[in-house]
């Protein structure tokens, strides 16, 4: 760290770094865009929820996000010893808005107010939102003259800042519900949050909808005879002419490209939107035609996660713990679907701005296009009227940028962070309080302890082990860099890392917890993910083999790349070989029955897919399947285990398939090795 950055806070209290959203700096434009109206939502969400705060505060330090939540009422300096709980007694009797704040708690409980507030969210307010959005997909950066495109800029923040204040002002609706849950399945059945959460995955439709729309496209080529178009070489050309014509699948595609492709890869104008990605746009299409998905597994993996935690709950709360269940499964909704709508906006704001930016440049007002993203709206807009900041000041903002992100950030300013003194406060208000503390809390790794399960570990988010390709995402420049089938290594993720999420065969992040996004999105898409690895982009090398177990949250190097594989950040090229590594020292051969090689991680996803249409009594050729060991001694020629099982009560001839327990990538096929 460099020894010349002061890392002050910027005023009394605890401020915490915001380390499960933020990866790098986002810049000045979009900085200018979130404080104010992400303070004015959660004061609204903090009020109707019956919380005791005021609200959420937001700062930045050196290009970073800090975050601290402002009591009501209270100092916020915070530290010492919590009031006795008579001083609270007396508080939640005497204070006016505190006591108000008590009956809101009461009723947002036993009205469930956050159903009501999605259920208005999805039949009428969301429409208006969307129509704003459809108005500024209209104008064309390019052909707007100086004027209009400061309207539109104009414009623009409105709709962002708009939509942050709906997404904070929702927050509670979403945490308390989850939040509750949470504490309830603990106190009642014993239940870890880890085990608890996995009951959750596959209910968040939003999350998820970009695969469903990535699904119909592709059924649309398959049922047009087109799907082979998808393996030709140039991915912009390629798309130009799916999207070309009035076919199905060209009028899906140009859907998806207005509502998902547009959206941002992250939280800041600085990063691409998935349009200008075609390479990976095309990969994802490809993808999902390979994993051919006929639906989302996840709720079906809920569904049993679901029954097998009710029998750890005592016969007395059984059915007041399924309302929590079902009232947690329903929260999420809004949140992540305005959140979407809100990285859309984003999406034609970094549109706007570069074109700001090139005219600044082409009149010498800038060095960069990009340098127009380190200015806020305002400066931006005066720049383009022929005022504004100085090209010297200009440059300085990207200069100051490009070294903060540089920079490692404190978790904390000010004194440690103390958990709210929960057992204090009055019932109805200690009920919302416990809840939302129990949500917030578990964006970071250390609310919850990690299970020693060797040198690289953390929270097991989604089940399932996976080996594969390490891709080591660090800045948005790297996700040229990702292949189909990689394993996705990340400091954190943001909502438009789903484009990569959508292809990856799993996901490793070295911050968050169990309700970190990516942790979120891990179990809504049905991937293994180990979240809060400390150091994983330090311990793994890009293009390594590796062994994600999201059941164990255990990551296990089983090849490292060569000396000369490119690291992360380095330019888009060719991925290296991956060494396959040997069997575990004395690990046996097994072979059996394809009926009984249910265990897509043992067998391989073609195998396990088999397996089950035999046991549901569909006519599918007898065979056997080998396991890692066995397909490794064939390989090598050694055909014992073959010898020793039932593959010669095979009638002949018959056929090899490839099945790998690993995805393939660019640089290997795990399959065709064997």
């Not at 495109?149 to 942050?164: G, K, P, S």
């Amino acid at each position: 760290m460099s020894t010349d950055i002061n890392w002050e806070r910027p005023g009394p209290g605890t401020w915490e770094f915001d380390a499960s959203h933020q990866t790098e700096p986002f810049g000045r434009y979009t900085d200018s865009l979130m404080g104010a109206a992400s303070e004015r939502g959660a004061a609204l969400g903090f009020r109707e929820a019956g919380l005791p705060l005021e609200t959420l505060r937001c700062a930045v330090v050196n290009g970073w996000w800090y975050i601290k939540i402002k009591p009501l009422g209270g100092p916020e300096e915070g530290g010492g010893s919590a009031p006795p709980a008579f001083v609270f007694w007396l508080l939640f009797n005497l204070h006016p808005e505190l006591r108000r704040r008590r009956k809101a708690a009461r009723r947002f409980m036993s009205e469930r107010r956050w159903d009501e507030t999605a259920r208005s969210w999805f039949a009428s307010r969301r429409a208006p939102f969307v129509e704003r959005i459809a108005r500024l997909q209209l104008a064309n950066p390019r052909e707007l003259n100086d004027e209009a495109l400061c309207e539109h800029l104009d414009r623009t923040r409105t709709l962002f800042e708009d939509l942050v204040e709906v997404h904070f002002r929702a927050v509670p609706g979403c945490a308390i519900p989850i939040g509750d849950y949470l504490v309830h399945s603990e106190a009642w059945g014993n239940v870890a949050a880890g085990h608890a959460m996995r009951a959750l995955a596959g209910f968040t439709e939003a999350t998820t909808e970009p695969l469903a729309a990535l699904d119909r496209i592709v059924a649309a080529l398959r049922s047009e005879g087109r799907i082979a178009w998808l393996g030709e070489a140039d991915a912009a050309s390629t798309l130009a002419r799916l999207r070309d014509g009035d076919t199905e699948s060209a009028k899906l595609l140009r859907e998806y490209e207005r509502e998902f492709g547009v959206r941002i890869a992250g939280y800041s104008v600085l990063c691409p939107t998935l349009n200008e990605l075609p390479q990976m746009m095309l990969g994802n299409l490809r993808r999902r035609a390979e994993l051919n998905c006929a639906s989302n597994p996840a709720r079906a993996l809920a569904e049993r996660a679901a029954a097998d935690l009710e029998k750890q709950i005592p016969a007395e709360h059984r059915s007041a713990w399924r309302e929590l269940l079902a009232s947690a499964r329903r929260a999420g909704a809004l949140r992540d679907d305005d959140g979407g709508l809100a990285m859309a906006v984003l999406g034609i704001a970094r549109g706007l701005v570069l074109e700001a930016g090139r005219r600044l440049e082409n009149a010498g007002r800038a060095s960069e296009a990009e340098s127009a993203c380190d200015l806020t709206t305002e400066e931006l807009i005066a720049a383009l009227r022929g005022g504004g900041p100085s090209k010297q000041t200009i440059d300085g903002h990207t200069a100051d940028r490009r070294r903060w992100a540089g920079l490692t950030p404190p978790s904390h300013l000010g004194p440690e962070p103390e958990p709210p003194p929960i057992a204090s406060f009055p019932p109805d208000v200690r009920r919302v309080v416990a809840a939302m503390f129990a949500f917030a809390s578990r964006f970071s790794a250390d609310a919850d302890p990690i299970p020693e399960q060797g040198e690289l570990c953390g929270h097991g988010v989604s089940p399932g082990v996976v080996r594969g390709r390490a891709c080591l995402v660090v800045t948005t420049a790297d996700f040229e860099r990702f292949r189909p089938g990689d394993i996705l290594v990340a400091r954190a993720t943001s909502p438009t890392y789903n484009t990569l999420l959508a292809t990856a065969s799993a996901i490793v992040t070295q911050t968050g917890g169990l309700i970190s996004h990516a942790a979120i999105v891990a179990r809504e898409f049905g991937i293994p993910g180990v979240v809060g690895v400390e150091d994983a982009l330090e311990a793994l090398q890009d293009g390594a083999f590796i062994e994600v177990n999201g059941d164990q949250g255990r990551i296990v190097v089983l090849g490292h790349a060569p000396p000369d594989a490119p690291r992360a950040g380095a330019p888009a090229q060719e991925a290296p070989e991956v060494v396959v590594p040997d069997p575990e020292p004395g690990a046996e051969p097994q072979v059996v029955p394809l009926e009984l090689a249910e265990e897509a991680a043992s067998w391989g996803g073609k195998a396990a897919h088999s397996a089950r249409l035999m046991r549901a009594g569909i006519l599918v050729p007898r065979g056997v399947a080998l396991d890692y060991t066995a397909a490794w001694m064939v390989a090598r020629g050694d055909n014992a285990c073959l010898e020793a099982n039932s593959l010669r009560s095979l009638s002949a001839p018959f056929s090899v398939r490839s099945s790998a327990n690993v995805e393939d990538s660019a640089g290997a096929s795990f399959a065709g090795q064997f």
